[in-house]
């Protein structure tokens, strides 16, 4: 029978934990570039990473906050996009309507 090979010290735990962590540092960083689209899920993943390593009782990898930094800095982003452009399109609809 053929056995299977394990990698001393690597549990599957551990490797959806990167898996999140990898996922969330891409969608972090797409989501500065795209203004805050994917910076949601970035975030969410970011915590649900987080949140497994913690009840692991393992260290949480400097990827993971990375991951988080960039998201929220993306959403921040989206939404001081969101509140200028509002803010430009009101400005002018009150300037067409009182001409």
């Known amino acids: ?27 972090a960083i797409l989501g500065v570039f795209l203004v805050g689209i994917t910076s949601i899920p970035a975030v969410v993943l970011g915590h649900m990473a987080v949140a497994r390593r913690y009840r692991a009782g393992a260290e949480v990898p400097w990827r993971t906050i990375a991951a988080l930094v960039v998201g929220y800095v993306g959403l921040a982003v989206y939404f001081l996009a969101i509140n200028i452009a509002m803010d430009v399109f009101f400005t002018f609809y009150w300037m067409l309507e009182n001409m």
């Not at 029978?1 to 540092?25: C, H, K, Q, S, Y």
């Open 1 to 27: 029978m053929a056995e299977i090979l394990e990698t001393p010290g690597v549990d599957d735990r551990d490797v959806t934990d990167e898996r999140l962590t990898n996922v969330a540092l891409v969608l």
